[in-house]
């Protein structure tokens, strides 16, 4: 299963699919002007979520990296 940061977020209810959207948009722009930023990184900015809350995102994210690699 491949999941991302924002899903995990929204799955522990730290935010909205509305919030992920704002922030995807915001990479976006960033990206074509040359300025690409990690969405936590955004959210954080953006005062939506905590450093620790992303960091908890994270180790979720890790978690099912891991899990991938020991059911191959």
């Not at 990184?41 to 005062?47: A, E, R, S, T």
């Amino acid at each position: 299963m491949n999941k991302r940061l924002g899903e995990i977020l929204i799955e522990k209810g730290y935010l909205n699919d509305q919030q992920v959207q704002q922030a995807l948009d915001i990479q976006k722009k960033n990206d074509k002007e040359g300025m690409w930023r990690y969405i936590g990184q955004i959210l954080v900015d953006l005062h939506i979520v905590t450093e620790e809350q992303v960091d908890e995102g994270l180790a979720v994210l890790k978690n099912y990296d891991q899990e991938k690699v020991n059911n191959k």
